[in-house]
């Protein structure tokens, strides 16, 4: 296993947000945890990524090693795990070149970091043509692109993701989800969570159902699509 | 009258380059932390006194024989040795007075802040005793008349000392990664980790570039006005605080123009009116801008995003 989570316990002042959840992602895989809003799925992503503090009992390993010995920051530069935040965060005041370098901060690979850029904008072209544009003026589909882009930057043996398709028109979003797919085949293990279940299940092997900070079903995708209660509940 | 404008234009730049470089301090760590580093007046105040100690014993190094020192390299190497040492100082606020307060609400920090700033004057006065002390005179003031207006060379040398310093911040905060990460965390402080950027590097480094510009502030206000006290720091803080969010939240070129423009506000206000008038007039001047711009004049009206 790649990742592995254990009991994993959240709490935000007195309210738990997680109630002790286990899951796995293997290497390579695309994993989705679908659930309604406020289920807990973001705050399942912060803390893989460190940015939420676990309560104790909590276990996380990551190949092989504690994951939780590792602070934010070291996460994604020393495990290689990168995170596109629910909303993509970008920082709107920096150019969309400057967006892409800020994900390398702590690389030292020169040669290594000018080959993903190629790849970034091999994927997404239009974030070329806009290089020198401030992160705040793109379009919101060519911000998700560069939110994407920018998490390849930074890791990428595993990409958490966090709502990807918010905000986008159908046909942008088959192209994220392609260009995700891409990614993917080249190695980079995908976790994914969204509102969408039926996009997220069709996009993903295997899935995970997050009801009120506990999972309540979890299986392969097809097995997800075709169980009656998740139709009921989540694909209407 | 044409020499009396340009006499006190010299005053208004020598003094605007104090409160410049002070400025730059707050704007900076307010930019990335949201954050009011009351401390920070009193930085330029340990500053000047790490320059008089620097100062002092390069001065009897060179006297002493030691080593052959010209005065001009000593005042280079005070100016730069008393940044470095004091950025360590500005570390150390940061490390042990706000870190422990990162997620506290920002009163606290506030409020430890003032506090920080009566222990560095106090633990002066401590050491040092309550007497004023005299900065060396490290360089021979020469005085220039360029068509009846007196310029020093102290003057020239403080305006250009300083000048070249903000040239450097700014393109370090343009150029480079570590610049690009402080922007990005003014921008959104708490997704920058994501980047696998250390927050704790970046808000170390930020205060170690501020101190540093106020420990240089300090030692040119030194070679200009050399008596020293402990609490130096006090006004000029405040001034300069007030040029930071004149400047607009963490704006190098605001903080600059800003600090600029309290030094130019000042100087003509003291020009037409009674000094005792000076600080009234030229702040209720300020207070009238920051009533039509708020946000100063290159902040922007978003607040950092501080949480997920």
Request: aromatic residues 10%; glycine residues 10%; positive net charge.
């Amino acid at each position: 296993m790649l990742l592995t989570v254990n009991n994993l316990r959240v709490s935000y002042g007195n309210i738990r947000a997680l109630h002790g959840i286990g899951f796995q992602i293997d290497e390579g895989e695309i994993v989705c945890i679908i659930g309604a809003n406020g289920a807990g799925k973001s705050t399942t992503l912060r803390a893989i990524s460190r940015l939420v503090p676990v309560e104790p009992g909590t276990g996380m390993r990551y190949m092989g090693k504690d994951l939780l010995a590792y602070p934010a920051d070291r996460v994604v530069s020393e495990l290689g795990i990168s995170h596109v935040p629910e909303g993509r965060r970008l920082f709107g005041n920096l150019t969309v070149m400057e967006n892409l370098t800020l994900a390398t901060f702590a690389r030292k690979d020169r040669k290594g970091i000018a080959l993903d850029l190629d790849r970034v904008f091999s994927i997404f072209p239009r974030l070329a043509e806009r290089k020198t544009q401030k992160a705040g003026t793109l379009s919101g589909g060519e911000q998700q692109m560069l939110a994407i882009g920018r998490a390849f930057m930074s890791g990428r043996k595993v990409m958490l993701l966090d709502e990807p398709s918010m905000g986008l028109a159908p046909l942008l979003m088959t192209n994220m989800f392609e260009a995700l797919e891409d990614l993917n085949r080249e190695g980079t293990a995908i976790l994914l969570v969204e509102q969408n279940a039926r996009l997220a299940l069709k996009f993903a092997q295997r899935g995970y159902v997050l009801e009120n900070g506990t999972l309540v079903l979890q299986g392969p995708s097809q097995a997800l699509l075709a169980d009656p209660q998740v139709r009921r509940a989540y694909l209407g | 009258m044409m020499t009396f404008f340009f006499q006190n234009l010299v005053n208004a730049l020598q003094w605007g380059s104090f409160y410049a470089l002070i400025a730059l301090g707050y704007s900076m760590v307010y930019g990335i932390l949201m954050l009011f580093n009351f401390a920070h007046g009193d930085i330029f105040m340990v500053g000047a006194y790490i320059g008089f100690g620097v100062a002092t014993g390069l001065t009897a190094l060179a006297s002493a024989g030691a080593v052959a020192l010209p005065h001009w390299l000593v005042l280079v190497l005070t100016i730069l040795i008393s940044m470095f040492l004091t950025s360590f100082v500005g570390m150390a606020v940061e490390r042990f007075g706000y870190r422990p307060l990162r997620d506290a609400p920002r009163a606290s920090a506030a409020i430890t802040g003032l506090m920080i700033g009566i222990i560095l004057e106090t633990a002066n006065l401590a050491l040092l005793g309550a007497r004023r002390i005299s900065f060396p005179p490290l360089i021979r003031s020469v005085t220039y008349d360029i068509g009846g207006v007196y310029v020093t060379n102290k003057k020239i040398m403080i305006v250009v000392v300083s000048i070249a310093l903000m040239v450097g911040l700014h393109q370090f905060v343009r150029r480079t990664k570590w610049g690009m990460a402080m922007r990005a965390m003014a921008f959104d402080f708490v997704v920058v980790p994501l980047m696998g950027v250390p927050l704790n590097t970046i808000a170390a480094m930020t205060f170690a570039l501020g101190s540093a510009l106020a420990a240089a502030a300090g030692i040119l206000f030194a070679v200009a006005y050399p008596v020293l006290d402990p609490y130096m720091g006090i006004v000029f803080g405040w001034k300069a605080f007030v040029a930071a969010i004149l400047g607009g939240r963490g704006s190098v070129l605001g903080a600059t123009l800003a600090g600029f423009l309290l030094g130019f506000i000042e100087i003509f206000v003291a020009m037409i009116f009674p000094s005792t008038l000076r600080d009234f007039i030229a702040y209720s001047i300020i207070l009238l801008i920051l009533v039509f711009r708020p946000h100063g004049f290159f902040g922007e009206p978003y607040s950092a995003r501080l949480r997920l």
